[in-house]
Nanobody
Framework: QVQLVESGGGLVQAGGSLRLSCAASGRTFSSYAMGWFRQAPGKEREFVAAISRSGGSTYYADSVKGRFTISRDNAKNTVYLQMNSLKPEDTAVYSC??????????????????????WGQGTQVTVSS
């Protein structure tokens, strides 16, 4: 069993920054890829970013490339999402997820939310204009 707990969400003005954290427990965190997704009211869940178990490989949605950075600290069992130049359209509940697949996959794998095995409860990010 895995527990994922997100933190760091909040209210920020457009152009501002936030750093989300996702703390994991229950399994060997460093063995698994992690992803971030978001869901705005009335919209489908959307892929944001994914990171390999070592942190050496990443994928990003086009909508966040150049503004968001995913990283991880395996010693702290934590994955991060640094969000800069935030826009009102970034407003959503952000959730982290863990994929039990042992090898790094193409981007289309990680952009599919059904590939993930465990999810956190989410943290709200609101960007005001």
């Amino acid at each position: 069993q895995v527990q994922l707990v997100e933190s760091g969400g909040g209210l920020v003005q457009a152009g501002g920054s936030l750093r989300l954290s996702c703390a994991a427990s229950g399994r060997t965190f460093s063995s698994y890829a992690m992803g971030w997704f978001r869901q705005a009211p009335g919209k489908e869940r959307e892929f944001v970013a994914a990171i390999s178990r070592s942190g050496g490989s990443t994928y990003y949605a086009d909508s966040v490339k150049g503004r968001f950075t995913i990283s991880r600290d395996n010693a702290k069992n934590t994955v991060y999402l640094q969000m800069n130049s935030l826009k009102p359209e970034d407003t959503a509940v952000y959730s982290c997820a863990l994929d039990l697949t042992s090898t790094w996959q193409p981007e289309r794998w990680y952009s599919d939310s059904t590939r993930y095995d465990y999810w956190g409860q989410g943290t709200q990010v609101t960007v005001s204009s």
